[in-house]
């Protein structure tokens, strides 16, 4: 059982940046390849980044990639997501996840998710 709870959510103009962290329960953080999604008002849930078991593999979606970058720390049982350069449009609920299987997509077949942390990027 893995339990996930986000963090460093808010509100930022846009062009700003906001780090968010995902803190996950448990002793095996390092067998679990983790993702980073968002859930805008109205739209579905979407793929933004995801990281391997060491951190040695990541993966971004087209519409992020040079903007926000995944990474963990396991000694702290931590995934972030550094986002710059923030738009409007990325202002949604994030959500990170865990599986056991990394996968280099766009899948949302991760078998832990946390509960969300609001981003509101302000024109």
């Known amino acids: 059982q893995v339990q996930l709870v986000e963090s460093g959510g808010g509100l930022v103009q846009a062009g700003g940046s906001l780090r968010l962290s995902c803190a996950a329960s448990g002793r095996t953080f390092s067998s679990y390849a983790m993702g980073w999604f968002r859930q805008a008002p109205g739209k579905e849930r979407e793929f933004v980044a995801a990281?391997?078991?060491?951190?040695?593999?990541?993966f971004y979606a087209d519409s992020v990639k040079g903007r926000f970058t995944i990474s963990r720390d396991n000694a702290k049982n931590t995934v972030y997501l550094q986002m710059n350069s923030l738009k409007p449009e990325d202002t949604a609920v994030y959500y990170c996840?865990?599986?056991?299987?990394?996968?280099?997509?766009?899948?949302?077949?991760?078998?832990?998710w946390g509960q969300g942390t609001q981003v509101t990027v302000s024109s």
């Open positions: 990281i391997s078991w060491s951190g040695a593999r990541t």
């Open positions: 996840a865990a599986d056991h299987r990394y996968q280099a997509g766009s899948s949302d077949e991760y078998y832990y």
